[in-house]
């Protein structure tokens, strides 16, 4: 059994950004352990994210069936793969509200205020459009730009948009996040360019990094209130490696699934299971969070943009793409969209998309032709879930259960179902009233209140942002402590990723996870 300084649990998002900083120091010897590879070309090919669902790396998880969802069990992809969710999500880059942080503060973690957290968000930013500015950032590891490629469909949506009365907004990251407009991508060169090609490549040749793929971590091995080290399998063959920090970045299903296994939670739960509790924390596993989207969709009259590329137009594009990195094969496919108040007290509290192709569930139910879908996705939901042990078996995956629009007052759903209106009103106005032929099934038959508020229960979907089953804070509930990210109650065992989350943000996670994990590479090398 090797000896580590420091053993990295997962090569997610955050887990090559730790491996990156903590590397960077020669006298640390640094473990990353990931269970699955590295990536398939359809990782690097921005067009090519969804292609890459229900293949050997993503590990294509279901959640539970949801009461709010007519029993559906609903999707959930996450990366298994070095760069791990970030080497399949679609790369936009977007920081949540000034409040949000400002929130997570209130909520007991001094220094994550937006005053704090700003820094350190420009450090790691390398901004292509914006340059030096107030609130963007050049120099750091992560290029951020335009989608460098558009679709004529995505401009119809942005116009038609403008037209509904939503104010075209040039910067989601600029001083205000509301109006419509363009994300910002993680690219660079026509390539995806996440955590592990910003900063788990550049440290690959360190002597002092070692990187262990096609490894399943299965249980953290703890002794005297101290985690002294972890069991993995390599090809179905249990393995151990010991250091003074194990740092957990396995996401925000797999980090609290780890601590349950080894004993880690709330010690009632774990128990009925069969797994000796070891230290009760009664918070690991709950306050599950993600962000629902409800979708529409609408055939065009005539061929436009995506949907009009016949078998010919798609082998033109990735031969440009092959011998440029140019054309439509650098798209991401969602970078039109925006925020918008469905209140007008309040903050934007749904994210838009325009999508120039008419589909259901990101792509996995595509209507033939040309058309649009729309996207309304739930910014701050007030449903809580958990993560929760099904069996003792590491090889059995944890119960997932948002419980999706479970909150008491409705408010998740009345929010959403505002969505499907104001989606509406977007393809009635504009250009977008000019091309579009008609909306399609199922939603197309939803049309009073309760007949929408049906269509959302029975066509929800996730963004794919599960966060805060590990949250940080000192209150009773909370797992981390949020300047030392220790798991609190036990020595040398640490969480970084979507799973400390506070709360969750008014955006997509990346850009959060990454500040997370520079935040942590930080305390855990002083
Ligand atoms: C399809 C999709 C699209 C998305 N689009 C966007 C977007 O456009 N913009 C955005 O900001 N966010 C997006 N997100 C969300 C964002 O990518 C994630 O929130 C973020 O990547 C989470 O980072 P993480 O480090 O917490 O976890 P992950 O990146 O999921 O990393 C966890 C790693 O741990 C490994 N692991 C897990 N269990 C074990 C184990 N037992 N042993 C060994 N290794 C293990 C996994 O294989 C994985 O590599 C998207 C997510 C998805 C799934």
């Not at 999707?75 to 070095?82: E, S, T, V």
């Not at 002597?207 to 793929?213: A, G, K, P, Q, V």
């Not at 054309?327 to 749904?350: C, F, Q």
Request: aromatic share 8%; with cysteine; proline share 7%.
């Amino acid at each position: 059994m090797t000896t580590y300084d420091t053993v990295i649990v997962g090569a997610g998002s955050a887990g090559c950004v730790l491996a990156g900083r903590l590397s960077a120091d020669p006298a640390r010897r640094v473990l990353l352990l990931e269970a699955g590879g590295e990536p398939p070309l359809g990782a690097v090919v921005p067009s090519d994210w969804p292609s890459l669902f229900n293949t050997g790396v993503d590990w294509g998880f279901h959640t539970e069936p949801q009461p709010g969802c007519r029993h559906r069990r609903i999707f959930w992809p996450r990366g298994r793969m070095l760069g791990g969710s970030g080497s399949l999500n679609a790369m936009i880059y977007l920081r949540g509200l000034p409040s949000d942080y400002d929130a997570w503060e209130a909520m007991g973690c001094p220094g994550w205020g937006w005053r704090d957290v700003l820094p350190d968000f420009l450090a790691s930013e390398d901004n292509r459009r914006f340059g030096n500015h107030p609130l963007h950032g050049t120099g750091g590891p992560l290029p951020v730009e335009d989608c460098p490629f558009r679709d004529q469909g995505e401009t119809l949506w942005h116009d038609s948009a403008v037209a509904a009365g939503y104010r075209a907004n040039p910067d989601f990251n600029g001083g205000s996040q509301e109006g419509v407009g363009y994300f910002q991508l993680t690219t660079k060169g026509g390539e995806r360019f996440g955590t592990k090609r910003a900063y788990l490549d550049p440290a690959r040749e360190r002597r002092n990094l070692t990187i262990e793929t096609g490894v399943l971590v299965t249980r953290l091995v703890v002794e005297n209130g101290r985690a002294v080290g972890v069991e993995y399998l390599r090809n179905g063959r249990p393995e151990r490696a010991s250091a003074g920090q194990i740092v957990l970045a396995a996401g925000a299903i797999a980090s609290p699934h780890l601590l349950m296994l080894s004993g880690i939670g709330p010690a009632d739960a774990l128990t009925r299971v069969g797994v000796a509790s070891v230290h009760d924390l009664p918070g690991v596993g709950q306050d599950l969070q993600d962000h629902p989207a409800i979708t529409l969709a609408f055939a065009a009259k005539r061929p436009i943009g995506l949907g009009a590329m016949d078998e010919a137009a798609h082998r033109r594009a990735v031969a440009e793409w092959q011998a440029h990195r140019t054309g439509p094969r650098t798209s991401n496919w969602a970078s039109a969209g925006g925020h918008v108040a469905t209140r007008p007290d309040i903050e934007p509290d749904l994210q838009l998309y325009g999508i120039a192709a008419p589909h259901r569930d990101y792509g996995r139910f595509l209507y033939p032709g040309s058309g649009f879908t729309l996207f309304a996705v739930l910014q701050r939901p007030e449903s809580r879930g958990e993560i929760r042990l099904r069996s003792a078996d590491p090889l059995a995956a944890p119960a997932i259960d948002p419980r999706y629009l479970g909150d008491e007052g409705g408010r998740d759903l009345a929010t959403l179902v505002e969505g499907v209106r104001i989606n509406r009103a977007i393809a009635a106005a504009g250009p977008l009233a000019e091309a579009i032929a008609h909306e399609l099934s199922p939603s197309a038959e939803c049309l009073d209140e309760a007949g929408i508020a049906r269509h959302v229960r029975g066509h929800l979907a996730s963004l794919y942002h599960p966060s805060s089953t590990c949250r940080m804070g000192t209150d009773p509930g909370a797992v981390v402590d949020p300047r030392s990210f220790a798991v609190h109650g036990l020595d040398g065992l640490f969480v970084a990723d979507a799973s400390v989350f506070p709360r969750m943000i008014s955006a997509n996670l990346n850009a959060t996870v990454i500040l997370v994990a520079e935040r942590a590479a930080a305390a855990l090398g002083r």
